[in-house]
């Protein structure tokens, strides 16, 4: 168990660039999930996907976030035109199943100049 | 709709004093509640979990939480604070074991 995976752990960008944030989850974990996590605040679900299929995605903030596990093993969440507002931390986790404890990464911190 | 609530966004205890943070959870169904905990610039690491069967559940560090569903709260408790549990907690509460909602946190200080 080498636990979730998250790079960049930090990314600085100017605001209206698009920026990518990769998870490799715990390898035998089918669900894989994606928060935002503001200062002060609890994580934010997002999005999650059951192997390669993302079966919740109405959470996304706006359509300039995506996310995708092509494989059913990595995943990628990605937001286009960066905006002050979406400074935060986004986190993955990774689950065995639908109602077993989600494992943490240590997330990838955005900062948008 | 699912929601959590923490009362009480900071606690300060002293060292070998009861800890308790509290978590009220709103629910149209018998739900799966977590408490994590969640160190400076690292991710969230699960203390306990309840499911289902018994309403105390303990979890790691001597940490342990009692569902009620007459008042819709999963508290959590240890008896004796250690200077190491100083740090973010964060309850959190699901329906249906898909998408998690976790409350705002308690930041827990333990003063020597």
């Known amino acids: 168990d080498t636990g979730v995976s998250q790079d960049p752990r930090h990314k600085i960008t100017k605001r209206g660039q698009n920026v990518t944030f990769r998870c490799d989850p715990i390898?035998?974990?089918?669900?894989l999930y994606w928060y935002r996590q503001t200062l002060g605040q609890g994580p934010e679900f997002l999005t999650y996907?059951?192997?390669?299929?993302?079966?919740?995605k109405s959470r996304l903030l706006s359509d300039r976030f995506s996310a995708e596990r092509p494989k059913g093993s990595f995943s990628t969440l990605e937001i286009q035109r960066t905006e002050q507002g979406d400074s935060a931390m986004y986190l993955c986790?990774?689950?065995?199943?639908?109602?077993?404890?989600?494992?943490f990464g240590d997330g990838t911190r955005l900062s948008i100049l | 709709a699912q929601s959590v609530t923490q009362l009480g966004s900071h606690v300060s205890v002293s060292e070998g004093a009861l800890v308790l943070l509290r978590c009220n959870y709103s629910?149209?169904?018998?739900?799966?509640l977590f408490w994590y905990v969640q160190y400076p610039n690292q991710g969230l690491q699960l203390l306990l979990k309840?499911?289902?069967?018994?309403?105390l559940v303990k979890g790691i560090n001597g940490f342990e939480a009692e569902f009620k569903k007459s008042e819709t709260s999963f508290h959590l408790t240890k008896p004796s604070a250690h200077m190491s549990d100083a740090a973010e907690y964060f309850c959190?509460?699901?329906?249906?074991?898909?998408?998690?909602?976790f409350g705002t946190g308690t930041s827990l200080t333990v003063i020597p």
């Open positions: 986790a990774s689950s065995l199943a639908y109602n077993q404890p989600q494992h």
């Open positions: 390898s035998e974990h089918n669900r």
């Open positions: 996907f059951q192997n390669e299929a993302q079966l919740e």
């Open positions: 629910s149209s169904v018998p739900p799966y």
């Open positions: 309840y499911t289902t069967g018994a309403t």
């Open positions: 959190a509460v699901s329906e249906t074991g898909n998408q998690f909602y």
